[in-house]
């Protein structure tokens, strides 16, 4: 199994500012790797696939980036309704689908 | 619109059985995989298990191989997963999530359906 670790684990910013997620695979994923925003008492949403496309409805603020076994999710300017918590998520041929543990991206 | 809704859920006592359903609609459902993924509370994602377009393939995550069944009937726009053998440990939300055809990401999710073990 791949395990993706993400960090921080917590990280507290001002709206305005831009947040930086991790995400580490613990092999290559090549580019399979995808982010989700969960908020509280909802399901996960799709906002980044294949490392670097934004799905449908995802504003641009949110990037994605890397390759191989780092990744990294940019906000360029965290509006109110981003703080929420961020999950990365692989798959890999015949291997389970796996999950990061998840960063909670709080308000300052 | 674009839809799944999960049913199913309850308390159910460990050692129990439990089947859970998703109804899809707004898309042609034969054409995609679909997965269940899970998450305990207070807990992150864990992914389930998943079935190809034409049920041909299957797989689990190691938790709950052997004790798990997933499903579908593309006539009727649904999915299944039949939990045997219910463990404490398998106390979580479940959701269904429709996996992309263009790339390996889970672009429509239920909202989930609640699922108990406890004495």
């Known amino acids: 199994e791949i395990v993706l670790t993400q960090s921080p684990a917590t990280l507290s910013l001002s709206p305005g500012e831009r947040a930086t997620l991790s995400c580490r695979a613990s092999?290559?994923?090549?580019?399979?790797l995808a982010w989700y925003q969960q908020k509280p008492g909802q399901a996960p949403r799709l906002l980044i696939y294949d490392a670097s496309n934004r799905a449908t409805g995802i504003p641009a603020r949110f990037s994605g980036s890397g390759s191989g076994t780092d990744f990294t999710l940019t906000i360029s300017s965290l509006e109110p309704e981003d703080f929420a918590v961020y999950y990365c998520q692989q798959r890999s041929n015949w291997l389970p689908d796996t999950f990061g543990q998840g960063t909670k991206l709080e308000i300052k | 619109q674009v839809q799944l809704v999960e049913s199913g859920g309850g308390l159910v006592k460990p050692g129990g059985s439990l089947r859970l359903s998703c109804a899809a609609s707004g898309f042609t459902f034969s054409d995609y995989y679909m997965s269940w993924i899970r998450q305990a509370p207070g807990k992150g994602l864990e992914w389930v298990s998943y079935?190809?377009?034409?049920?041909?393939?299957?797989n689990y995550a190691d938790s709950v191989k052997g004790r798990f069944t997933i499903s579908r009937d593309n006539a009727k726009n649904s999915l299944y997963l039949q939990m045997n053998s219910l463990r404490a440990e398998d106390t979580a939300v479940y959701y269904c999530a429709r996996k992309m055809i263009s790339a390996d990401a889970f672009d429509i999710w239920g909202q989930g359906t609640m699922v108990t073990v406890s004495s």
């Open positions: 079935i190809s377009s034409s049920s041909s393939y299957t």
């Open positions: 092999q290559s994923v090549s580019s399979y």
